[in-house]
């Protein structure tokens, strides 16, 4: 089984970047696909990106240019870096992981970390 700890986020200024990382922890890291999701107050939980194991990354289309996932395998951890920042990307950010189906997908994700707040202001 996998555990999934989201850490990096915070305030940041619009126009702004973070980074936000996802510590993994299983032998099996590498087998899963790694995704990112948010959720903001009242709204329900939406896809970002994700990561294969084989390496191919894919994007929302609302943050395509701005956002880029990575994942180190050596070290258990995956990355969203997120740059170009705006108040509608305030939302707590969840990273979860899949081992198979299709990345956009909810339900294809069987395990999920706590989140992390990020918070962006005018």
Do not use: H
């Amino acid at each position: 089984q996998v555990q999934l700890v989201e850490s990096g986020g915070g305030l940041v200024q619009a126009g702004g970047s973070l980074r936000l990382s996802c510590a993994a922890s299983g032998r099996t890291f590498s087998d899963y696909t790694m995704g990112w999701f948010r959720q903001a107050p009242g709204k329900e939980r939406e896809y970002v990106a994700s990561i294969r194991w084989s390496g191919g990354t894919y994007y929302a289309d609302f943050v395509k240019g701005r956002f880029a996932v990575s994942r180190d395998n050596a070290k258990n951890t995956v990355y969203l870096q997120m740059s170009s920042l705006k108040p509608e990307d305030t939302a707590v950010y969840y990273c979860a992981a899949a081992f198979r189906g299709t990345d956009w997908q909810l339900g294809a994700y069987e395990y999920w970390g706590q989140g992390t707040q990020l918070t962006v202001s005018s």
